[in-house]
């Protein structure tokens, strides 16, 4: 990640105090907190719609699934962690994001086709993020809606609002200056993730517990023809002692680890709750309608969450948007340049005139992609079924291969390659699958009704 060096970050002159052996600023976050940042980032508004997963797959298909991927998430971040230095993993030079870990490892067109399906991820997730904290916050409104009004009161309400304000509080966030000062927010939106998720677990306990109404479930997920149609189915702290990557392998297990165990919790229970009619949502689609105050309380959890998940995922676009004009126009101040304001109960905060343009900006722009497609489901679907195959197996595996200069058609070679062409394959059915979903949501879309 590029990080800044303003006047700020140099305590009493002493320069050297304050800066890493690459002559960087010092580098500050540990296990614990990148540990904080895997979960803000990956337990979030996916985790609402497992219920909804594992109906279309069943006992079987739902568990087997979530269980094997996210094995091979771990396994690919372990090699990914690896590449944070070349050309030995602990003692190289320094790889400060991904696209440097490609050059460095893999160079050529690869480099360029990594920051590509990097960034529209990541751009691609900020907008899925708009999208479902306004579903959250309507949900709100329309909880307490039904409350008064009975559960078949239509209470519709528009996103667009809602959007608006989220939009108007990332402008603010989006000003902090890089992701070593994101600590507290990640932290604050990990404590919110594992709330909602609680809250939704136990209220499916409960209803399963409850056992009120028939639930059909099945092995295989839901039927064609009877429930579907046949055509629906961060940087690390350096130290001596531990190095960067086994730090980040640390993390990369506990934060995998703790999502898997939330995810299969979850999926499993929502499913046994709801069956084959599980909502996409089980919290802002009307799963539940009492206790009121619990699912409001919830969906707040998830809005003030994903306030904190979008800057973990803008903030590295953010970065390398600003390094780049930066070491593009070197002597442009308006690029350059930053100005001292005191700010009430923060201290000395220094403007950069370019960055305060180009990230409200983006907060704009990507607010009104989301109010266009208001689609929770599928384009969620459709993000991960694009983001998944290149970052999180084909460029973690084709590095490690020439980083260990693993012998071409050896054993571990066929099978690795194995493993890639499998991904890619459930890749691109899933995405597939998610641009139909994308066409009929488009066809049904009411502009004032809250999309689930």
């Given at each position: 990640m590029f990080v800044e060096k303003i006047p700020g970050d140099y305590e009493n002159g002493d320069v050297n105090k304050n800066l890493d052996d690459d002559g960087r600023v010092k580098r500050t976050?540990?296990?614990?907190?990148?540990?904080?940042?895997?979960?803000?980032?990956?337990?979030?508004?996916?985790?609402?719609?497992?219920?909804w997963a594992v109906a279309q797959l069943g006992w079987v298909g739902g568990p087997a699934a979530l269980v094997v991927f996210s094995f091979i998430t771990y396994f690919t971040s372990s090699l990914l962690a690896d590449a944070y230095r070349a050309p030995d993993p602990v003692n190289g030079q320094r790889?400060?994001?991904?696209?440097?870990?490609?050059?460095?490892?893999?160079?050529?067109?690869?480099?360029?086709?990594?920051?590509?399906?990097?960034?529209?991820?990541?751009?691609?997730?900020?907008?899925?993020?708009?999208?479902?904290?306004?579903?959250?916050?309507?949900?709100v409104k329309r909880s307490n809606c039904f409350h008064k009004h009975g559960h078949h009161a239509k209470c519709e309400t528009s996103n667009y609002p809602f959007?608006?304000?989220?939009?108007?509080?990332?402008?603010?966030?989006?000003?902090?200056?890089?992701?070593?000062?994101?600590?507290?927010?990640?932290?604050?939106?990990?404590?919110?993730?594992?709330?909602?998720?609680?809250?939704?677990?136990?209220?499916?306990?409960?209803?399963?517990?409850?056992?009120?109404?028939?639930?059909?479930t099945t092995l295989t997920g839901v039927i064609v023809g009877v429930d579907v149609s046949g055509s629906e189915k961060d940087t690390i702290k350096w130290s001596p002692v531990v190095p960067e990557n086994k730090s980040m392998k640390r993390a990369t297990a506990i934060g995998v680890s703790t999502t898997t165990i939330f995810y299969v919790l979850c999926g499993l229970v929502g499913y046994a709750a709801f069956g084959n009619d599980a909502p996409g949502n089980f919290l802002t689609g009307f799963g539940f309608y009492e206790p009121?105050?619990?699912?409001?309380?919830?969906?707040?959890?998830?809005?003030?969450?994903?306030l904190g998940a979008y800057q973990v995922f803008a903030q590295p676009l953010f970065g390398f948007v600003e390094g780049w004009c930066?070491?593009?126009?070197?002597?442009?101040?308006?690029?350059?340049?930053?100005?001292?304001?005191?700010?009430?109960?923060?201290?000395?905060?220094?403007?950069?005139?370019?960055?305060?343009?180009?990230?409200?900006t983006y907060?704009?722009?990507?607010?009104?992609?989301?109010?266009?497609?208001?689609?929770?489901?599928n384009f969620l679907g459709l993000i991960g079924a694009g983001s998944f195959w290149p970052l999180v197996v084909y460029f973690p595996i084709e590095i490690h291969i020439a980083q260990t200069k693993m012998a071409k058609y050896s054993f571990k070679w066929m099978w690795l390659k194995i493993l890639t062409w499998a991904c890619l394959i459930v890749s691109l059915v899933a995405a597939a699958a998610s641009v139909q979903g994308l066409i009929q949501s488009l066809q049904a879309y009411k502009p004032f009704q809250l999309q689930d």
């Open positions: 976050g540990t296990w614990v907190t990148a540990s904080a940042h895997i979960i803000t980032a990956v337990i979030g508004s996916g985790v609402l719609s497992l219920a790889n400060y994001t991904y696209m440097d870990a490609v050059r460095a490892y893999l160079g050529g067109r690869k480099v360029q086709l990594c920051g590509l399906a990097q960034y529209m991820n990541l751009t691609g997730i900020t907008i899925g993020y708009t999208i479902t904290s306004s579903i959250s916050m309507v949900a959007m608006v304000i989220f939009g108007c509080i990332q402008i603010v966030l989006s000003q902090i200056p890089n992701f070593a000062k994101l600590s507290w927010l990640s932290i604050i939106a990990s404590v919110m993730s594992f709330a909602y998720s609680f809250i939704g677990l136990g209220l499916s306990i409960a209803k399963v517990a409850g056992g009120e109404e028939d639930v059909r009121f105050w619990l699912i409001d309380f919830a969906n707040i959890c998830i809005a003030i969450h994903l930066s070491r593009r126009w070197p002597g442009n101040r308006f690029i350059t340049s930053a100005q001292a304001v005191r700010v009430p109960f923060y201290g000395v905060y220094y403007i950069n005139l370019f960055r305060l343009v180009w990230r409200t907060v704009i722009v990507t607010a009104l992609v989301a109010m266009l497609f208001p689609f929770f489901n």
